[in-house]
């Protein structure tokens, strides 16, 4: 079956604009997570979604930083008022239910803040 | 919150040897280890992982072998081949909710 999809895979921006990154998830998957990886380092927890809630955010790093998952399948994360610190890969992963269980990533998204 | 450490950083072998990468982990309450494999340019593939009720886990050339006592795990890959060649994580589960701390990595390179 399909993977876990994102969207798109390649995003220049320049420093001070807004960016929108998607992830479509697999089937039926329930949890889905978002990771930031920077280039010789490993993926780092950003936020996690159980549905169409954010369960857990504590990996964003300020306010402007956002995602939503409105109808609990695609997810969007959001960043605001972009920063050259931001240029990395954003992966997206899904998760059958979360807690101890596979995850499965995307490609991710690579961003690059000029 | 849960640290992860990842040695080596990089690991070069001969096409049939074995190549082994170990991690260490902080939080005793975690309780899931998955092992992925990077390519370049490509997102994480999940090859392998364990849970804290088993100490040892094989699939063909892939063993992952957990010791929670001394709070440490690590990914055995024999009879490697150029195609094993790749960036490897190792991470932990950290809570209810699912969310992986990962090391580092490991570069591995298998000379044909």
């Known amino acids: 079956g399909a993977g876990v999809s994102q969207t798109p895979s390649n995003k220049v921006t320049e420093k001070g604009k807004y960016v929108e990154l998607r992830c479509d998830p697999i089937?039926?998957?329930?949890?889905l997570y978002w990771y930031r990886q920077s280039l010789g380092q490993g993926p780092e927890f950003l936020i996690y979604?159980?549905?169409?809630?954010?369960?857990?955010d504590s990996g964003l790093p300020n306010d402007r930083f956002f995602a939503v998952r409105p109808e609990g399948s695609v997810s969007t994360l959001k960043i605001q008022r972009t920063e050259r610190g931001d240029s990395a890969v954003y992966l997206c992963?899904?998760?059958?239910?979360?807690?101890?269980?596979?995850?499965?990533f995307g490609p991710g998204t690579r961003l690059t803040v000029l | 919150g849960e640290n992860v450490e990842q040695h080596p950083s990089t690991l070069s072998v001969q096409e049939g040897d074995s190549a082994v990468i170990k991690c260490t982990y902080s939080?005793?309450?975690?309780?899931?280890f998955p092992w992925y494999k990077q390519e370049l340019g490509k997102g994480p593939q999940l090859i392998i992982d364990?849970?804290?009720?088993?100490g040892e886990k094989k699939d063909q050339r892939i063993a992952v072998t957990l010791n929670k006592t001394a709070k440490h795990f690590s990914l055995h890959i024999t009879e490697t081949q150029p195609e094993d060649s790749a960036v490897y994580f190792c991470?932990?589960?950290?809570?209810?909710?699912?969310?992986?701390?990962f090391g580092k990595g490991t570069k591995l390179s298998v000379k044909p």
């Open positions: 992963a899904s998760s059958p239910w979360g807690s101890a269980n596979e995850q499965f």
């Open positions: 089937s039926g998957h329930t949890a």
């Open positions: 979604f159980q549905g169409t809630g954010a369960a857990d």
């Open positions: 939080d005793s309450a975690s309780n899931y």
């Open positions: 364990i849970r804290s009720n088993v």
């Open positions: 991470a932990a589960s950290e809570g209810s909710q699912g969310n992986l701390i």
